[in-house]
């Protein structure tokens, strides 16, 4: 067995709109030339602006729309080849959590339903067999067996985001995509969420793979992560060494948006200016990036970066650098990399465990112990 469970190469996605008859065509160009390996059994994250591409990555990583070139292996097999039926049979190994809850659940169905259609078509379960392993993924995922019977919309956010996590886990999945799984929800409730996947996976040995915008999350629970920018990857890399040793100018700004806590109890942001280096030669910890995404439809020429990068030259411009291995584990998409001038301390000083994220991962903690003796980690309405 490969220590590879998921594997994209040069993936692109580009979507038409328009061409009507008085209105020319437009080509969006979604994701372009991403290649990436997914180790079996870790939590690979996606970050990066909203825009990126990061939520058609996801997508296309479970062939849930398809690629317009390129292709994605799971276990070796090629899933851009697979016929519809074997394409069928293959999707209760690899399962998908959306970013609302709410929408991603039919109003019309109970818990019972929803949660029980896959074992329905995958397992061929029905009867007493089927009530009872539904009731079981409830308790698993912290809620309570009556609450089958129940339709979504009486439950909260978090209970729902509950049920898409039994809805997923039903078939028996290896594999788990979540599109900002908790991006929807309250701070208390993102962190009992973040929690109860972490469980899961340790408990299942499963792998995940996250999209968040909330980089204290990622660097929570994920192993290793990749930074998008305009539907490419710029960098890739372990978690600690990206926080603590960001290579790309795109990272470096990611990390100095992140609010610090300061004295008083008040958040301390990135100051205004955006001055990209000091007296000393460090880039500061008020410098921010400027700008806006450029547009899909017309990515910049050269570097997709270079537009917004106080470090670009001519030759960012017109020649795209490659995602290259520059040191064991790292890959960078940069041609200045290695001449880029260090980051000042306080512009990075991101804690693993900081007071504030401490306080909101130890919620769901406590709450898990509890749940050893109990029925439920989240009291129904």
């Known amino acids: 067995m490969t220590d590879i469970i998921l594997e994209a190469r040069d993936l692109h996605r580009r979507f038409v709109t328009g061409g009507g008859l008085l209105q020319r ?10 290649s990436l390996r997914i180790r079996r059994g870790e939590t690979f994250a996606i970050v990066g602006e909203s825009g990126c591409g990061k939520s058609t990555l996801a997508r296309l990583l479970l062939r849930l729309i398809e690629p317009s070139s390129g292709s994605v292996h799971y276990d070796g097999r090629d899933l851009t080849a697979l ?6 049979a293959l999707r209760a190994q690899m399962q998908f959590i959306f970013q609302d809850p709410f929408s991603s659940l039919n109003p019309r169905m109970t818990v019972d339903r929803i949660v029980g259609e896959p074992l329905r078509l995958h397992l061929g379960l029905s009867g007493a067999a089927l009530r009872a392993r539904v009731a079981g993924l409830l308790t698993r995922v912290g809620l309570r067996p009556e609450h089958a019977d129940r339709y979504p919309h009486e439950f909260s956010g978090g209970q729902r985001q509950r049920i898409c996590i039994a809805r997923a886990l039903a078939s028996g999945p290896k594999l788990l995509v979540g599109d900002e799984p908790v991006s929807a929800l309250d701070v208390s409730v993102q962190a009992q969420i973040v929690n109860l996947l972490e469980d899961l996976k340790a408990d299942l040995g499963l792998t995940l ?8 999350v990622i660097r929570h629970m994920a192993d290793r992560v990749a930074v998008m ?8 890399a372990a978690t600690e ?3 603590t040793a960001p290579r790309h100018p795109y990272t470096r700004a990611l990390l100095r948006a992140i609010p610090i806590p300061a004295p008083g109890g008040r958040m301390s ?3 205004p200016g955006g001055r990209m280096a000091d007296a000393g030669g460090a880039e500061p910890a008020g410098a921010v990036l400027g700008g806006d995404i450029p547009s899909p439809a017309a990515p910049p020429p050269g570097c997709r970066f270079h537009t917004r990068c106080a470090h670009a030259t001519a030759l960012c411009a017109t020649t795209p650098p490659p995602l290259a291995e520059v040191t064991p584990g790292t890959q960078v998409a940069c041609h200045h990399w290695a001449a880029l001038p260090p980051a000042a ?7 693993a465990r ?6 909101r991962f130890a919620l769901y903690r406590a709450a898990s112990e509890r749940s050893r003796t109990t029925t439920h980690r989240e009291t129904a309405p």
Not at 83 to 88: E, F, G, N, T, V
């Open 229 to 236: 920018y305009l539907g490419e990857i710029v960098e890739m």
């Open 25 to 34: 065509a437009t080509t969006i160009h979604a994701v372009g030339g991403v």
């Open 209 to 216: 793979v996250v999209i968040a915008h909330d980089l204290a």
């Open 269 to 271: 942001g990135p100051a």
């Open 83 to 88: 016929p519809p039926r074997d394409m069928r």
């Open 241 to 243: 060494d990206l926080f």
């Open 354 to 359: 900081s007071p504030a994220a401490e306080a």
């Open 345 to 351: 301390d306080a512009a990075l000083r991101v804690p």
